[in-house]
């Protein structure tokens, strides 16, 4: 991030380096927390700063070169955020390199800030609600042009139940300034098992970490409510029973409440 805006390559400005052609690239290390990644220095162009300055001084005596530097990616597994020392130089005079620090920072994940509801039944079908918030503004994935919840379309969203099942998106809102708002049903749980699944997301194919863990829970059938919950011993009870069962919705089309008398 330069001056408030999302860039691509690094712009420096060095004087007295030895010479290096207009249009050439250097190589250039990046060291990051004992780790080194390779990137680029390409020249831009060359000047001279003092009258008596010799262009085509090998040396660079009183001439500034001009660099834009490629830096690498250090993801979170190479370190994260924090600085890095950038150096490069001329392979005749590697004596007269060049080094300083470059500061990488981590752009701030996305967060569930609602799932609701957060279990439904296992032969899928739940329809669900999720609201996703998103930092906006300068340093962020929005405003750099990378993927992100706030900009994405339904068909660019993937939401995966256990690793390998992908929900039925219906819709995609963003809602203010910083959430997103999905709409989605739930899909089946293979082995039928009432279990808690982890839930990922990507957007375009490219998995994006969240701030926490998203589970959902798998149930089946089960005793919702019995009214009276009790009596006497002597006499005939009329008893309600309230059964839940999450699949009636996705089997029958019928409401998941059943009522026996």
């Known amino acids: 991030w330069i001056g408030g805006g999302a860039y691509d390559t690094a712009y420096v400005e060095v004087v007295d380096f030895p010479y290096a052609e207009t249009g050439t690239t250097l190589s250039a290390t990046f060291t990051k927390d004992g780790v080194v ?5 390409y020249v831009v162009g060359r000047t001279e700063v003092s ?7 090998v040396l ?3 001439v500034v070169t001009f660099f834009d530097i490629t830096p690498p990616v250090f993801d979170s597994e190479l370190g994260g955020a924090g600085s890095a020392t950038v150096e490069f130089f001329v392979a005749l005079y590697p004596t007269k390199s060049i ?5 990488y920072f981590e752009y701030p994940a996305p967060t569930v800030a609602l799932i609701a509801p957060s279990a439904g039944g296992v032969g899928g079908g739940t329809y669900m609600r999720m609201l996703i918030e998103e930092p906006s503004g300068p340093w962020t994935r929005e ?7 706030l900009d994405a379309s339904a068909a660019a969203i993937e939401i995966i139940f256990d690793g390998s099942n992908n929900a039925a998106l219906e819709s995609v809102k963003r809602v203010g300034l910083a959430g997103a708002q999905i709409y989605l049903r739930s899909p089946a749980q293979a082995s039928k098992l009432e279990i808690a699944v982890p839930v990922t997301f990507k957007i375009s194919g490219v998995a994006v970490a969240m701030t926490q863990a998203v589970e959902f829970r798998y149930r089946g059938a089960y005793l919702g409510t019995v009214v009276p919950a009790s009596g006497l011993t002597d006499s005939p009870i009329t008893l309600k029973i309230r059964v839940f069962d999450p699949n009636l919705v ?3 089309g019928a409401a998941p409440i059943v009522t026996v008398d």
């Open 37 to 41: 990644k390779y990137g680029s220095a």
């Open 51 to 57: 009258p008596d300055a010799d262009i085509n001084d």
């Open 250 to 252: 996705v089997l029958t």
């Open 99 to 103: 080094a300083y620090p470059l500061y």
């Open 143 to 149: 405003d750099a042009g990378l993927t992100n919840f």
């Open 60 to 62: 660079g005596i009183d």
